[in-house]
């Protein structure tokens, strides 16, 4: 019987997606925990990232890192990417940016704007570098990513770790992606996972976040 609702349920979401639909239930839950994100002037998070990379003989592998994020709105934030030890990390005061590479021994410092959005841009336009999560660092996370979804779908409610959380689905050209809402007063995101479709293997990106 499980089954046969599994199946049911996947060909809802199959008739769903092809009607080039977006679901304004789950725009309305995305845009909760967005918007509960946007209002933090501190934040603290450990987020396991899991990584798919397909070798030159369509292999596919997964490596997995660590990133523990600190940031206070709207000028200060440190990111420390971990393997099986540190690896690097960013810090950010306001005044400038800081890079510490642990693997290879390099330091550097550059001048940097007065807000984290101002930085990030300089960063990707000046350097073509991009901090670890910037997206939850901005001052409007994820901005218009779902209202851009060529189909969106609300999931329903799963149980994941003993919580209950609200699974959503997005579809774009070159990206499907879908993300888990805690369920409750507080709508903290708390898992996502990024699948690049025109890329060979498909590889996936899942992020877990704990704080």
Same mark, same amino acid.
């Given at each position: 019987?499980?089954?046969?609702?599994?199946?049911?349920?996947?060909?809802?979401? %199959?008739? *769903?997606?092809?009607?080039?639909?977006?679901? /304004?239930?789950?725009?309305? @839950?995305?845009?909760?925990?967005?918007?509960?994100?946007?209002?933090?002037? /501190?934040?603290? %998070?450990?987020? *396991? @990232?899991? &990584?798919?990379?397909?070798? *030159?003989?369509?292999?596919?592998? &997964?490596?997995?890192?660590?990133?523990?994020?600190?940031? $206070?709105?709207?000028?200060?934030?440190? %990111?420390?990417?971990?393997?099986?030890?540190?690896? $690097?990390?960013?810090?950010?005061?306001?005044?400038?940016?800081?890079?510490?590479?642990?693997?290879?021994?390099?330091?550097?410092?550059?001048?940097?704007?007065?807000?984290?959005?101002?930085?990030?841009?300089?960063?990707?336009?000046?350097?073509?570098?991009?901090?670890?999560?910037?997206?939850?660092?901005?001052?409007?996370?994820?901005?218009?990513?779902?209202?851009?979804? &060529?189909?969106?779908?609300?999931?329903?409610?799963?149980?994941?770790?003993?919580?209950?959380?609200?699974?959503?689905?997005? &579809?774009?050209?070159?990206?499907?992606?879908?993300?888990?809402? *805690?369920?409750?007063?507080?709508?903290?995101? $708390?898992?996502? @996972?990024?699948?690049?479709?025109?890329?060979?293997?498909?590889?996936?990106?899942?992020?877990?976040?704990?704080?």
């Amino acid at each position: 019987m499980t089954g046969a609702l599994t199946f049911t349920a996947c060909s809802v979401v %199959a008739e *769903e997606a092809k009607s080039g639909v977006v679901d /304004q239930h789950a725009l309305v @839950i995305l845009d909760r925990a967005v918007s509960f994100l946007a209002k933090q002037k /501190q934040f603290s %998070a450990t987020v *396991e @990232i899991w &990584q798919d990379f397909v070798l *030159e003989n369509d292999m596919e592998i &997964q490596f997995a890192k660590t990133v523990k994020l600190n940031f $206070r709105r709207p000028d200060h934030f440190r %990111a420390t990417v971990t393997t099986t030890q540190p690896e $690097r990390t960013f810090i950010y005061n306001g005044k400038t940016v800081t890079l510490v590479d642990q693997s290879s021994g390099f330091f550097g410092t550059t001048a940097a704007p007065a807000t984290i959005d101002k930085t990030l841009s300089k960063m990707e336009q000046t350097y073509g570098l991009t901090f670890p999560l910037d997206d939850l660092l901005m001052s409007n996370p994820y901005d218009g990513s779902a209202d851009k979804a &060529q189909t969106g779908q609300y999931l329903g409610a799963e149980m994941i770790m003993g919580k209950r959380f609200h699974h959503l689905a997005f &579809q774009h050209e070159h990206l499907d992606w879908q993300a888990w809402v *805690e369920y409750g007063p507080v709508p903290v995101l $708390r898992k996502l @996972i990024m699948t690049q479709k025109l890329e060979p293997g498909s590889p996936q990106y899942m992020a877990l976040f704990s704080t």
